[in-house]
């Protein structure tokens, strides 16, 4: 599966509100496959359809740790984020009931090597298709609801970097206007393993 291009800020595409997916079919499936091995190939925990430049609301996620030997390591999630199998691969995703406040540094794909603390609901209840056309619906907390609220986010044409005061925000868009970003590093054996140079 080709390993998809990832846009950064501040490309406008990236701003464009994405439209609901009417049906999800093989098609789709392709796509949100190909959507997880991007993400996995830059070593992210999430991705959204307009950050590879497709305006469907189409999510994947997958905030599961990795032990030395590569294997998944599951005692840092809680006991909510246990609850859902991963990797996640969610159609019109939305965001029915919330509860409490949390804070994480936040980083993203779309704004790489940029993190910053950002307040988040602290527990979310999501529904969504799943791959089958199945509409799936669950509660979560830590890591795996900010990151859906992420993803969420730039379904919406927002970017973490517009949940931070101004001035913050500000600083961070004229660094990356003066210095730009580092140069992308991909798994090298995706890579290898995709054909991608």
Do not use: W
Request: with cysteine; proline share 6%.
């Amino acid at each position: 599966m080709p390993i998809l291009e990832v846009l950064t800020f501040p490309d406008p595409r990236l701003r464009k509100v994405s439209q609901p997916v009417a049906k999800v079919g093989p098609e789709q499936v392709e796509f949100s496959n190909a959507m997880l091995e991007t993400m996995y190939s830059f070593k992210g925990i999430g991705l959204a359809a307009p950050q590879v430049n497709r305006l469907d609301r189409i999510v994947v996620i997958d905030t599961r740790a990795k032990d030395e030997e590569d294997r998944y390591d599951l005692s840092d999630l809680t006991d909510l984020e246990k609850k859902v199998p991963q990797p996640l691969i969610l159609f019109n995703p939305v965001i029915v009931a919330t509860e409490g406040n949390t804070t994480y540094d936040e980083g993203c794909l779309s704004v790489p090597s940029y993190y910053e603390t950002v307040e988040r609901f602290d527990v979310i209840e999501c529904e969504a298709l799943n791959q089958k056309g199945e509409t799936i619906k669950f509660k979560t907390d830590g890591l795996l609801s900010i990151c859906i609220q992420h993803e969420i986010d730039h379904l919406d044409g927002k970017l973490f970097i517009d949940r931070l005061s101004t001035v913050k925000a500000g600083r961070i868009k004229k660094q990356i206007k003066k210095r730009g970003y580092p140069e992308r590093k991909k798994d090298p054996e995706a890579s290898e393993k995709e054909g991608v140079e």
